[in-house]
Structure formats: C-alpha cells, structure tokens
C-alpha cells in the first residue's frame, strides 16, 4: 500500500488533469443561460457626420450596419453602428440648450437624453477608464469639472469633443451593464429611408470597447443581403449546423507602431481570381517591420481595401477575366470614392451580368471567404457614360486612402456566419444564407 503522501500526490495529479470548462462555456450549458440574439440591419448613413478614428476610410455614403439596443434608467431606445473596428462606444447626447441641430435630431428620437436617466454618471479624470491608451486620441481632462473628456475624428477631417461617461446597457434578457461610453455632441444625419443613427457600439478587443467591458469572450453575425435577415449573436453558442472554418487571430510577439494591437487581425495567404491564384509574394500580405500591412476583419467598413501590389494584381486578372462581357470605363481620372478604380460601363437599366463573373477568394490560415456574384460590382450613384452606366469592382487600392492595412468590409461578409471568438484567439467563418440561419437560431434557442 502506497504511503499516504504518495497518495495525496496522485489526487493531486488527477484533479490537475481533469478538463475544466472554461466560465464562457460553462456559462453556455447551465441552465437557463442562452446567448442574446439581436436583429442586424444595413441602414445607409451619410458619412459626413460620422466620427471615425484616423484609420477609417472616408465614404460619401456609407452603409453601416446597426442594431438596437436600450439605456439608462428608466430605458432609452437606441439605434447604434456595430463596429468591431473600432473601440469606444458613443451616443449622440441631447445637449441643454435648445434650438441647436443636435436638439433637433433629439426631436426626432435621434440621440440619448442623459438628464432624463437616474443612473448616468460623468467619468472622472482620475479614474483608470480615463488613462486609457487604446484610443487613436486618448482622453483628456477638463480643469474645471475634473471630468474626463473624449475627442472622435471625423470623416471630413473635423473633430467633435464629448464627454467620457457610464450608464447601464440593457441586452436582451441579462442583468444590467454598466459601460463607459462617450457622450457626443454632433449628430448623425437621418439616413435616407428616415432611420436616425444615435451612436456607435465599439467592438474591437481595447479595454473601453463594449465587449471587453462585457467580458464577452464570443460573438458572431451575420450580415444578410437582405435588410431584415441579419442577426448579432453575443455569447457562446455551438451551432451544428454552422460548419465553421477558423483562422487564428494574428498578434505580433512585440509592439509595432503601425500594428493595431486591438483590432481582429488574421493572416492572408493568398488571392485567388477564378480559381487562378494570383502571383503576390508571400512578403507582400504579411505585416513589415513596422506592422502596416496587417489585416483586420471589419464591420465597420463598408467595401474591402487591398494594399497597392496585391490590388494591382487583383485589378490585371480581373481586367483580363472580364474583356469578353464586360467593357473597362478606361477612365484613368475616375476612381469611385477615391479608392476604386477599377470600373466598367454597362448599358442602363440592366443589371451586371453577375453570374458570369469570376469569384474573388480571399486566404487564410485554415479559412478562406469566397467573393461572388452581386457582391462583386457595386453601381455608382448618379455617374452616367453616355448611355451606360458605372460598375465598380468593391476591392479598393488601399494606396489611394491612404491606408497602411488590408481591411475586409462588411460588403464582403453578407450571407457569411463571422464569429469571433476571443477564449481561443480565433475568427471562425461559413457560407450561409442569413435568413435562413436565422430562422434555425430562432428555433434553438
């Protein structure tokens, strides 16, 4: 018989061996316990009144992608952009005075009243969500209130300051969450279909961001080609009849000061056009020295930008593909929204012959998104060659931003189930129709 100690050493072993689930996944199977499942829309927003950081694109009309949720207390409805490329969660707030434009937008149920809420509460400078170094500008103090003071980049190059502020979120069926946010003065302008935007849901990994405040380890979407099918899932879900290809998240071993530490990047291997791989170096895709080069799944971004050597080279294929159906615009002065110039004519009132298109497939490790159809060509509003109209492809020349990464626009993700998935450092994607993924989510859930 082995001696005591012998003994209490082989429990000990035992008990170190036995698999633990994780909080997430324990949390995903007690009882009771479900993920929220919330509605996800395309709504066109007008960009100008959208704050951005420096790192996003400028676009004349940007479809964003939004979602509703409620805050404060007692609860104000509000319609925010889903952003997992950017950090900080904001609301347009009504401001005390009257007559100003924001007041305006406040009259038509546009912005958050925080007066009106028992729980808001203003962030002090001395508080640890004030020294934060994740954001692009990071906050400042007001002397005279010691309150925490934020500042968002606009699209037209202009700025608007705001304060760093907390209030509870409410999602779905779960406890109240208390989130610091910013609290805006500039508003968003009503889309055209008159669905006002009240503010931005940051999602990306920084420590302000509403998923790290949330300590939500997963959450996934899909963006449906239709405006009503969409769906945001936050929390674990194992869906079986979502057969998921995952790319690990990709995070250099030291800090890079062109490299975003907190955005969702993943590695490129390779481009493919009609099956035909194309001929960019290996070197090409990777982050350099410096960290530009990365690449960042992104829903707040509209189209997919490319860096210069690769996009030329997607833009020679696809050029050559195309001859025999579709003809080039030739135009070398135009590039829709400064960044797309590769273009074509077709006659007005027809469709693009979508069908006939070579697919554009994106690869990563583990993973690969396929490009197809109508998500190919993108119709350019109100531009006219004689009788024809313009089509251009919705891979942009990242040179002409100018950006310094690959970014993957929500464009491309449509009826594509994304989930990111922080427990395991991994984006997991599948090809499937939203609404029909939908349908079955409800079903189980």
Known sequence: MPPPLVCLLLLLLFLLAVPRPSSVAAEAVRPGVKPRVFPLRARQVPAGALPRPPSKLRFHHNVSLTVSLAVGTPPQNVTMVLDTGSELSWLLCAPSHQGSAPAAAAARGASFRPRASATFAAVPCGSAQCSSRDLPAPPSCDGASRQCRVSLSYADGSTSDGALTTDVFRVGDAPPLRSAFGCMASAYDSSPDGVATAGLLGMNRGTLSFVSQASTRRFSYCIS????????????????????????????????????RVAYSVQLLGIRVGGKPLPIPASVLAPDHTGAGQTMVDSGTQFTFLLGDAYSALKAEFLKKTRPILPALNDPNFAFQEAFDTCFRVPAGRPAPSARLPAVTLLFKGAEMVVSGDRLLYKVPGERRGGDGVWCLTFGNADMVPLTAYVIGHHHQMNVWVEYDLERGRVGLAPVRCDVASERLGLML
Not at 236 to 247: C, I, V
Request: charged share 15%; hydrophobic share 35%; glycine share 6%.
């Open 225 to 260: 080609d239709r405006d009503d099918a969409g769906v945001l899932l936050l929390g674990h879900s194992d869906l079986p009849f979502l057969p998921l290809n995952y790319t690990p998240l990709y995070q250099p071993t030291l800090p890079l000061p062109y490299f975003d």
